[in-house]
């Protein structure tokens, strides 16, 4: 893959997608700068979510192309895409319930990390992921909440969502809809 020169992170070019008769996408194109963020709203059945699934590489779009700082990704499956840093979540995240934040957090951060694989060795191992995971907190404006037990509450999902991104990181661009299905791309080229 050789990146081509791009003022976009994130571009989606005259994008479609079909099922049978049935036209879900239609020439959609898209253009996200570094630092950029988008919103994707529309009512239930209009295409958001299988918008999304072309651009993660969950789907494969009938025409158009994906591209990511202009290196074009539309035939790469998802992991190729999560390697060069194109990263998505779902509508439903799973925090470990009774578990403070910060350990939540943590956990997100060693997912991270080639040694999330050795799950016999402690996290001491894997550095400062404490340290990290409180930073990470701080940064999106919740360290007062770090030791705050994880339940089913709306506060406590979306306290772990915005955490998990890492924003003081990723310093790239993202989308989302309203339903928080969400893509990051950190700053840089791939």
């Known amino acids: 893959m050789t990146p081509l020169t791009s003022d976009y992170a994130l571009e989606i070019v ?48 009938n025409s158009g192309q994906i591209r990511l700082f202009g290196a074009d990704v539309t035939t790469f499956a998802p992991y190729k895409r999560a390697h060069l840093g194109l990263s998505r979540t779902y509508q439903i995240i799973t925090l470990f ?62 306290a772990g969502l915005s955490s998990r991104w890492r924003w003081r990181k990723s310093r790239g661009c993202c989308c989302w809809t309203s339903r928080w299905r969400v893509f990051l791309i950190p700053k840089g080229r791939p």
């Open 14 to 61: 005259d994008l479609n997608k079909a099922f049978g008769g049935l036209r879900v996408t239609q020439s959609v194109s898209l253009a996200i700068r570094q630092g950029e963020r988008r919103l994707i709203i529309g009512p239930n059945g209009a295409g958001k979510t299988t918008l999304f699934n072309q651009i993660s590489g969950d789907m494969r779009p």
């Open 97 to 158: 319930t009774g578990d403070t934040l910060e350990h939540n957090v943590t956990l997100g951060l060693l997912g991270l990390l080639p040694s999330r694989w050795q799950m016999w060795r402690p996290l001491s191992f894997c550095g400062d992921l404490a340290g990290e995971a409180r930073r990470t907190l701080d940064t999106v404006g919740l360290l007062h909440l770090a030791d705050l037990r994880c339940r089913r509450s709306p506060m406590a999902r979306s």
